[in-house]
């Protein structure tokens, strides 16, 4: 199974930026399962933002137009642009990928305060 690491979180003022990265073990982020995902204390895991293998990318409503997904060439680097942050941003934020299977990396925080 494929082992992904994210990083790149961190504490940031509102209306600060953060880019995350996540590094796969393996040429992953062209299959149809890679995304990024948050969770927040005491709420349920979401999908933030997903990028098919054709490119297209997809976003939740809360993040549109502030939050951009990308990935480099060899396909073994997910990336989370993240613009404009607000305190409700804040949330342990995952990658996901796999062609059948999802992987799952292991969580990088995210603190926005006010």
């Known amino acids: 199974q494929v082992q992904l690491m994210e990083s790149g979180g961190g504490l940031v003022q509102a209306g600060g930026s953060l880019r995350l990265s996540c590094a796969a073990s393996?040429?992953?982020?062209?299959?149809?399962?890679t995304a990024w995902h948050r969770q927040a204390p005491g709420k349920q895991r979401e999908l933030v933002a997903r990028?098919?293998?054709?490119?297209?990318?997809d976003y939740a409503d809360s993040v549109k137009g502030r939050f951009k997904i990308s990935r480099d060439r060899g396909m073994r680097t997910l990336y989370l642009q993240m613009s404009d942050l607000k305190p409700e941003d804040t949330a342990v934020y995952y990658c996901s990928a796999g062609h059948v299977q999802l992987s799952w990396g292991q969580g990088t925080q995210v603190t926005v305060s006010s």
């Open positions: 990028i098919y293998g054709s490119g297209t990318t």
């Open positions: 393996e040429s992953i982020f062209n299959s149809k399962g």
